[in-house]
C-alpha cells in the first residue's frame, strides 16, 4: 500500500531557531500534498496545501512567511518553521494524495506519522 | 465551511461489549468520509474510507455506516478489546478543489480489561 513517511519524527530546537520538516510518499508520486497541526486533545487542522511545481496555499489564520512549504519534486514537500517560537510546539502531520483516474477529486489520502516539535 | 462533530468526546467500556462512535457533518455534499485511529503521540492508522455512493464498508470487526444525507456516519466497534484503545476520528472529503479533509474532534476509548 501508499506509505507516506515524515522525518523527524522528533525535533528539540531553540527559540529563534528554524526547523525543517520532511513528507516523502516512498511508493506513489503525490502533485498534492497536505500539512495539519494538531495541539494536544485536539484535533488535526489544515495548515496548507502543497502543490507540485507551485506555491502552496494557506488556511486563513496561517503565516506563510512562518510556515514555508516547498514543494520541489512528485515526492517530497518540506515545511519550515522560521523563527519557532514555544507557542508553535505541536504535532505536525502531512498526508499524500494518491492519484485517481476520474478527475482527481476525492482519493483516498494516506498520512504520515507526524513530527513532534517542542521548542524551547 | 464544513463542520465535524464526534461524539462522545471520551468513551470507556469493559472488554467484549460492542460500541458505536459517532460523527456527525454540516454540509452532506461530501465527496467520502474516512475513520482513522490516533495511538497516543502517533500518526493517523486509516480504518475505513466509504465513498459518497456507499451506505457501509466493514473491515473485520468495524464497520462504518453512512447516511450522507442527514450528515451523520458510525463506527461501529464489535467484541471491543483493551488493544482498541485509541483517539478515533472520522474526517470528510468535501471534494472540491484541494480535496483537503476535514477532522472531527475525536472520541477517545478506553476498553478496560
Given at each position: 500500500g501508499a506509505v507516506v513517511s515524515q522525518h523527524p519524527s522528533r525535533v528539540i530546537c531553540k527559540s529563534g531557531t528554524s526547523v525543517k520538516i520532511e513528507c516523502r510518499s516512498l511508493d506513489f508520486q503525490a502533485t498534492t500534498m497536505f500539512w495539519y497541526?494538531?495541539?494536544?486533545?485536539?484535533?488535526?487542522?489544515?495548515?496548507?496545501?502543497?502543490?507540485?511545481?507551485?506555491?502552496?496555499?494557506y488556511e486563513q489564520g496561517v503565516e506563510k512567511d512562518k510556515f514555508l512549504i516547498n514543494h520541489a519534486s512528485l515526492t517530497l514537500s518540506t515545511l519550515t518553521v522560521t523563527s519557532a517560537h514555544p507557542e508553535d510546539s505541536s504535532f505536525y502531520i502531512c498526508s499524500a494524495k494518491l492519484p485517481g483516474t476520474s478527475g482527481g477529486y476525492g482519493y483516498e489520502q494516506y498520512f504520515g506519522p507526524g513530527t513532534r516539535l517542542t521548542v524551547t | 465551511k464544513q463542520e465535524v462533530t464526534q461524539i462522545p468526546a471520551a468513551l470507556s467500556v469493559p472488554e467484549g461489549e460492542n460500541l458505536v462512535?459517532?460523527?456527525?457533518?454540516?454540509?452532506?455534499?461530501?465527496?467520502?468520509l474516512q475513520w482513522f485511529r490516533q495511538d497516543p503521540g502517533k500518526g493517523l492508522t486509516s480504518l475505513l474510507l466509504i465513498q459518497s455512493s456507499q451506505r457501509e464498508q466493514t473491515s473485520g470487526r468495524l464497520n462504518a455506516s453512512l447516511d450522507k444525507s442527514s450528515g451523520r456516519s458510525t463506527l461501529y466497534i464489535a467484541a471491543s478489546q483493551p488493544g482498541d484503545s485509541a483517539t478515533y476520528l472520522c474526517a470528510v472529503n468535501p471534494g472540491y478543489t484541494g480535496n483537503q479533509f476535514y477532522f472531527g474532534?475525536?472520541?477517545?476509548?478506553?476498553?478496560?480489561?
Open positions: 497541526r494538531q495541539f494536544p486533545k485536539q484535533s488535526l487542522m489544515l495548515m496548507a496545501t502543497s502543490n507540485e511545481g507551485s506555491k502552496a496555499t | 462512535l459517532n460523527c456527525s457533518f454540516t454540509d452532506s455534499a461530501i465527496y467520502n474532534t475525536g472520541t477517545s476509548l478506553t476498553v478496560i480489561p
